[in-house]
């Protein structure tokens, strides 16, 4: 049991899939995990752990931004253990060939500043994926036959969601970066940290170029995809 995880510490499972929304959490346990249980209600941040296909998994919420997914991912590694953190979430296009609903998989992640920034203060780190969890995920994505396009590359970690530098934008898409989101620069960076894998999935819910957005009653099918790609990764040999 942990400041933000009330959980104790056979209850977490090596592998845990982390989306930022606790209610996305509850809904991807409830629809992928048999025997779900909830281990987790610290700050309304709700956790669980059940099997899929035999195999024990925690979905755990991160919240929002890097400051969160820093304490969550500091805490399941220090204190449970966790051995392969995965990132599942909602990512905003910033290219003109990635669509809405497409996935995608960090294999990098830019960011301006993170909480591990004064650590490496000297350094600019280049947060990276695990690569055996992204090579795994693109030929799982590949294996479903998705409606969607799958694409690997480089994304950006953002500190503000209401952003306000579209000169910074224009700078990460000529530079080829896929997306923008929030927290998955500092899971990455956590992970190198403690020798742990750590992997984003992604689904494009809105695109900055086009103005697009998901609409809310197709999310939950789309997103279903991006779980059971991170889920076969973490799994499959």
């Known amino acids: ?35 779900a249980k909830c281990v987790n209600e610290v700050r309304g941040m709700l956790g669980f752990t059940g099997e899929w296909h035999g195999h024990r998994v925690t979905i755990q919420g991160s919240g929002m931004g890097m400051p969160s997914m820093s304490i969550y991912a500091n805490e399941l590694i220090s204190s449970f253990n966790a051995q392969t953190l995965i990132r599942i979430g909602s990512c905003g296009g910033m290219q003109d060939d990635v669509k809405i609903r497409d996935v995608i998989l960090a294999s990098t ?21 695990d690569f055996t969890l992204l090579h795994k995920a693109f030929h799982a994505a590949e294996a479903m036959n998705l409606d969607a396009d799958v694409h690997v590359g480089g994304i950006y970690s953002s500190d503000t969601f209401y952003d ?15 997306a923008v989101e929030m ?3 500092e899971l ?30 197709d999310r939950e099918r789309t997103f279903g995809d991006m779980v059971e790609i991170a889920l076969t990764a973490a799994f499959d040999s």
């Open 1 to 35: 049991m942990t400041i933000h995880i009330g959980a104790n510490p056979d209850d977490i499972a090596d592998v845990v899939l982390m989306p930022g929304d606790p209610y996305r959490a509850k809904w991807a346990a409830e629809t992928f995990l048999t025997g």
């Open 109 to 129: 992640a830019s960011s301006v500043s993170t909480p591990s920034s004064t650590i490496l203060r000297d350094v600019n780190y280049a947060p990276t994926a």
């Open 164 to 178: 306000e530098r579209p000169d910074l934008n224009e700078q990460m898409q000529r530079h080829g970066i896929l």
């Open 183 to 185: 927290e998955a620069a």
């Open 188 to 217: 990455y960076t956590v992970a190198a940290r403690h020798g742990r894998r750590a992997l984003g999935v992604m689904t494009v819910s809105d695109h900055l170029l086009t103005g697009e957005a998901l609409p809310a009653e």
